[in-house]
């Protein structure tokens, strides 16, 4: 599949927000925020939807995903109130950018259903 702006922002062709950076995942505010605190949690590795998820090759970076979003949620300030993160896969589920990203929404009570 080919590449998303996600890469470009990997490799600092375009600018983002950026926030937490490790060797293996990246995160950057999101630049249409639906919620106060709304950030972008990506793998460097390119992957297009969680459906391309496999064990054991992809079990690390799941792990460092969801730590990172702990990490980012402490340094904004919003891992004690709570917080959502958001998967969307495909058209169904509202994917537009074709690299997995997980976001992380806080600063706000969220809405169940999400619609
Ligand atoms: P999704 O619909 O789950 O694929 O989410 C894609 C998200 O990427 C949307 O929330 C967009 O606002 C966000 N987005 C698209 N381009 C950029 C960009 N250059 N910098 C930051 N966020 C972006």
């Known amino acids: 599949m080919a590449e998303t702006i996600f890469s470009k922002i990997i490799?600092?062709?375009?600018?983002?927000?950026?926030?937490?950076?490790?060797?293996?995942?990246?995160?950057?505010?999101?630049?249409?925020p639906q919620a106060p605190v709304h950030i972008l949690i990506i793998p460097k590795l390119e992957i297009p939807t969680i459906r391309e998820i496999r064990l054991p090759d992809h079990t690390t970076l799941l792990g460092e995903l969801i730590a990172a979003a702990n990490t980012i949620a402490e340094q904004e300030g919003i891992k004690e109130?709570?917080?959502?993160?958001?998967?969307?896969?495909?058209?169904?589920?509202?994917?537009?950018?074709?690299?997995?990203?997980?976001?992380?929404?806080?600063?706000?009570?969220?809405?169940?259903?999400?619609?």
């Open 81 to 115: 109130d709570g917080f959502r993160l958001v998967i969307n896969c495909d058209k169904n589920g509202g994917q537009e950018v074709y690299h997995l990203h997980l976001h992380l929404l806080g600063g706000r009570k969220m809405n169940w259903p999400p619609g």
């Open 11 to 32: 490799r600092k062709e375009i600018p983002a927000n950026i926030l937490y950076e490790t060797e293996s995942v990246l995160a950057f505010r999101d630049i249409n």
